[in-house]
């Protein structure tokens, strides 16, 4: 069968099409497949500038169809201030892996919020404590939004922190993530009094200097470390690495972009430290967690499995359901 | 100013806005501010399947304005046969170079074929012999034609050899092309005869075996070797690299994916026997052909520099013209 073009998704229509909740149980299924050996390596290339620099992340997984995915994002930190545009811009080009068809072109924002929030809740799921009841979100932009509703999802919250350094912005998301989550969320100036209650902490910030240091947390947490996925990002004091059970998403990654990176670098945790790839835990071939006061953190640099599992979900919802435009590219 | 949207631009909508007399003037631009390192060195990501695989090619010029652009080309062989579709299918993303912002999505497949084909007649222009006449297009599909229409802008050529394992596409090429660039073309059987009686011969085959023997290249001919742009493809035998000036696009890239390659693997040749890159040669910075005997041959695999530099047209035409649909994938 010949293609009749390529579908081309608007970030809002995405945003109507993926959830969360399905979004998880494709990047799980992703993770587990990509432990078992039975997907090609993911790639990754980057291209910098003076003020920022542009990342590709490629993959292919097989779904009962074949898809291959390769997403350019924009990533340029003055943006909003020098040209009213968002901070990470850009666009995924989902093909049909068997015969390369370029099946739709996507708005890659939302996608890359919800696959990435979608790790956090599955490692939450294979990682956290069962009975976890409280967490700490520090960073409450989208990614924060959405790494509070993935949570939701596989733990019995009863009350979240909202920290940022702009304070109406955690005030912001207390109201409306409690009101649509029924929890209690408090926006919070004391990062580490937060933190020291909380089961979970995500951390989702552009930050380039450790805010979360090892005497805040207690034992038993867990701990998602999301915002970087660059060289000179970074979240946690690498002291606290060097101390916790590290589970990754991709360790060779991690190792070049991730909090592991920062630590390694300090010679104080070797790569044959690190636990396992979270896939490796989801597919049973690697221990997560074993006893209830081990502090775990999971090292989110962001891999093209997961937009390739997302990118799918929202290629077969937007056909079904009749949504975007279809333009024959190669006419 | 924030842009409005990205504009999509299809295949015939390209074939319309590019030529190949202004693409070669600015792929030979590029390749300049490349040897000036006046660019950011462009990267390359490939993700092999069973059938085929993608390969991402991006790449940044500063020209005027900034532009970045990510390639991603699917390769499946066994296309056309199995599915109906083209050999080679894929995406150009477009960016502001400066905000990230994506300026346009185009399809690849007419700008890899003329920017492949501009690099040729750039190589030629500066390593085939002044007066050169006769040349062989060995390899008669889109990018034969191409070829020899970029050698007829830079040379004097009154005769062309037509040379295709599919014999009616060599005559039906030799008949058109004859009647569009004025010149006489012959199809034919005898690679060795032809390239023998030529003073520039272009390979462009999919052929992964040796198919230009050194033994049929007569002093002072120029080579582009256009078709080896993946480790398993092959034009030329080794020993004629051995036994030539060597020029490439990219060192490295070449050392990996081009004719070089196979050399270098064959140990009859070193990276450092590579006379230049050819935007050292451009730029002055090394020597291209110093004697009218010389045998110099051109390894073209293919840089995200040819392809920023043809977008930047493209796009900045469209804009002028109307052309295309914008859409707002942000909104």
């Known amino acids: 069968m010949k293609p009749e073009g390529t579908l081309l998704l608007r970030r809002s229509d995405i945003a109507a099409l993926l959830g969360i909740e399905e979004c998880m149980a494709a990047v799980e299924q992703a993770f587990s497949l990509y432990a078992q050996g039975r997907t090609t390596p993911p790639g990754i290339l980057g291209i910098h500038t003076a003020g920022g620099g542009f990342h590709i992340k490629a993959g292919l997984l097989e779904l009962g169809r074949s898809y291959f995915v390769a997403k350019t994002n924009a990533n340029f930190p003055q943006n909003m201030k020098r040209f009213g545009l968002p901070l990470i811009q850009g666009v995924i080009v989902l093909c049909d892996g068997e015969n390369g068809y370029p099946l739709a072109l996507m708005d890659s924002m939302e996608i890359t919020i919800i696959r990435t929030g979608a790790a956090t809740g599955v490692a939450a799921k294979y990682l956290a404590r069962p009975a976890a009841t409280v967490a700490t979100i520090c960073g409450c932009g989208n990614q924060g939004r959405i790494s509070l509703r993935a949570l939701a999802e596989v733990r019995p919250l009863t009350r979240a922190y909202a920290f940022d ?81 590290v589970v990754v998403d991709l360790l060779e990654q991690c190792a070049v972009i991730g909090e592991l990176h920062h630590a390694l670098k300090k010679g104080i945790i070797t790569k044959a430290d690190v636990q396992a790839e979270l896939g490796e835990v989801i597919a049973g071939k690697k221990a997560g967690r074993t006893a209830p006061d081990e502090v775990i953190i999971f090292d989110s640099t962001g891999t093209a499995l997961q937009d390739v599992a997302a990118a799918a979900i929202v290629y077969e919802k937007a056909i079904l359901s009749g949504k975007g435009v279809v333009v024959d590219l190669g006419a």
């Open 165 to 245: 350094i702009d304070e109406q912005q955690a005030g912001r998301f207390a109201r409306e993530l409690s009101q649509e989550l029924g929890i209690e969320i408090k926006s919070v100036n004391d990062l580490a009094q937060a933190v020291a209650e909380s089961d979970i902490c995500v951390t989702c910030t552009p930050s380039k200097a450790p805010l979360l240091k090892r005497e805040y947390v207690s034992p038993g947490t867990f701990i998602a470390a999301v915002g970087a996925d660059s060289e000179e990002k970074q979240e946690l004091e690498p002291e606290l690495l060097a101390s916790s059970k």
